[in-house]
């Protein structure tokens, strides 16, 4: 079944250049890209978008992280496009990721992992809805 998810290019990945490398990985992996743009988060923004972490000893750090510079979200389709995504990036610390993978290949640390992956069908819904109205979602007719 085709679905959709939500993907964000993080500031480190858009401060060491690598957003062509990173979308060109998921391209090869056969997703296709249903929108995209680049904005800067404020910190309110990155706060209602992370407000699940928000009891999290590290829910600062995300936020002041978040905030550095501009990100780009993505919505993402294919078929099983939430758990390949997950398998296409990685595991959230670079040192325990698979050969391969985005954070293998491109990350610093379990927080400068360079790309964010909504995590269940219900998440990436709400997630692809916190950035893109539908008006910008494309259909992509060839899936």
Not at 114 to 120: K, P, Q, Y
């Amino acid at each position: 079944m085709t679905e959709r998810t939500l993907a964000i290019l993080k500031p480190d990945c858009v401060q060491k250049g690598l957003q062509g490398k990173v979308i060109d990985h998921l391209l090869n992996a056969g997703f296709k890209i249903a929108a995209m743009k680049v904005v800067k988060l404020t910190r309110e923004t990155a706060g209602e978008f992370y407000a699940v972490h928000k009891e999290r000893p590290f829910y600062n750090d995300l936020l002041d992280f978040m905030t550095e510079c501009e990100v780009v979200p993505m919505v993402l389709e294919k078929e099983n496009a939430i758990p390949d995504l997950r398998e296409t990036i990685g595991a959230t610390d670079p040192a325990e990721a698979k050969e391969g993978t985005v954070r293998k290949l491109y990350a610093d640390s379990k927080q400068n992992n360079i790309i964010h992956a909504s995590d269940s069908p219900e998440n990436a819904v709400i997630e692809v809805a916190f950035f893109f109205s539908t008006r910008e979602l494309i259909e992509n007719k060839t899936l």
